[in-house]
């Protein structure tokens, strides 16, 4: 398991960036300060580092990293996502973009001939 600061620090940046897609962004946050304000306890000078370490440690052994890429990504790498796309319905674009945001599963990457990360 990571140990490195770098390590540490790319866990805390995937663990934001998931934080950010789910509902609530920040508020519902494992590293939200416990202070009443929206400070990421990452962020404070005052913070305890070994709880800090604990808590990435923890959440990166319950969310390992997606084998595969994001619909995005692939889109992205196959030149098909269209750089502005109209939606008729708000519920419409954030169930398009809940899903583009989530790893392509193992059995149809298979199909597409995606190599593990």
Known sequence: ?????ID?????????KNQ???PGGCAGCLLRSKG??????????DSNPAEIERILLKWAKEN???????????FVEQGMLPE???Y????????????LNKPIPE??????ELEAR
């Not at 009443?36 to 000078?45: M, P, Q």
């Not at 390992?64 to 692939?74: A, D, L, Q, R």
């Open 20 to 22: 950010m897609n789910e």
């Open 64 to 74: 390992p990293e997606p084998k595969y890429p994001t619909w995005v990504e692939w």
């Open 88 to 99: 008729t319905s708000e519920k419409v674009l954030k169930t398009f973009a809940e899903c």
């Open 36 to 45: 009443g304000c929206y400070t990421c306890e990452f962020d404070r000078v």
């Open 107 to 112: 059995d149809i990457a298979e199909k597409l």
């Open 84 to 86: 502005k796309v109209e």
């Open 8 to 16: 540490i620090f790319r866990i805390k940046k995937r663990m934001c």
């Open 1 to 5: 398991m990571a140990n490195s600061f």
